[in-house]
């Protein structure tokens, strides 16, 4: 596609269900990003995807957080037991290399409210 | 925390001023970057500038880095109301892919 694509662009939730929210890089791009960002806050580095590499999950706040990517493009950020402090805006980004292209494209975002 | 630090936190100016930004970071790095964010949504990537470089210009943008002090600045000459927005520094570390952002820079440029 032509850029970052992220769905939903929001979702509202209760408390305690689980949710998905899906990033389609661009294509070509082998790095993946996703971030979270508070109102009025920074990002904040949940998980790092590179090629066929094992992901960085050190951003990951608990296990109720997990992040895959099939075929080395489309990814999907799952929350289990939402509680109401997951509430953000959640952004993924890519990029085409660590090596060469370092600079992140980013989504729209997916703002979740959990109510 | 894992995020670098910038400041101010906010800066307000009238238009045709400079605006100074100021991003500190934790780890040796192979590139310090600047984005852009409009409206809470996505960013967009102004300026990088690799860990041999100590300045860099793109059109009104200036960027230095001081690895020693591990801090980088960006200025903005000539400032538009179109810039108003929040400014974000994020570090690549030598030893990861991962880049950290800082807490970001809100600017209001006043017509």
């Known amino acids: 596609g032509a850029g970052v694509s992220q769905s939903p662009s929001n979702k509202v939730t209760e408390k305690g269900k689980d949710v998905e929210l899906r990033c389609d890089p661009i294509?070509?791009?082998?790095?993946l990003y996703w971030y979270r960002q508070s109102l009025g806050q920074g990002l904040e580095f949940l998980i790092y995807?590179?090629?066929?590499?094992?992901?960085?999950k050190s951003g990951l706040p608990s296990d109720r957080f997990s992040a895959e990517r099939t075929g080395g493009s489309v990814s999907t950020l799952t929350i289990q037991r939402t509680q109401q402090e997951d509430s953000a805006v959640y952004l993924c980004?890519?990029?085409?290399?660590?090596?060469?292209?370092?600079?992140?494209?980013f989504g729209s975002g997916t703002q979740l409210s959990v109510l | 925390s894992q995020q670098g630090e910038e400041d101010p936190q906010a800066l307000s100016i009238q238009e045709g001023e400079n605006a100074t930004m100021n991003c500190s970071y934790k780890?040796?790095?192979?590139?310090l970057q600047w984005y852009r964010q409009n409206s809470g949504r996505g960013l967009v990537h102004l300026i990088l500038?690799?860990?041999?470089?100590r300045e860099k210009h793109s059109g009104r943008l200036r960027v230095t880095l001081d690895t020693s002090k591990k801090s980088s600045s960006l200025l903005i000459t000539a400032s538009r109301a179109a810039d108003t927005a929040s400014y974000f520094c994020?570090?690549?570390?030598?030893?990861?892919?991962?880049?950290?952002f800082g807490q970001g820079t809100t600017l209001q440029v006043k017509p």
């Open positions: 980004a890519s990029s085409l290399s660590q090596g060469g292209g370092e600079k992140l494209f």
């Open positions: 294509s070509g791009h082998t790095a």
């Open positions: 995807f590179q090629g066929n590499s094992a992901p960085d």
């Open positions: 780890t040796s790095i192979n590139n």
């Open positions: 500038i690799r860990s041999n470089e």
């Open positions: 994020a570090s690549r570390a030598s030893n990861t892919g991962k880049l950290i």
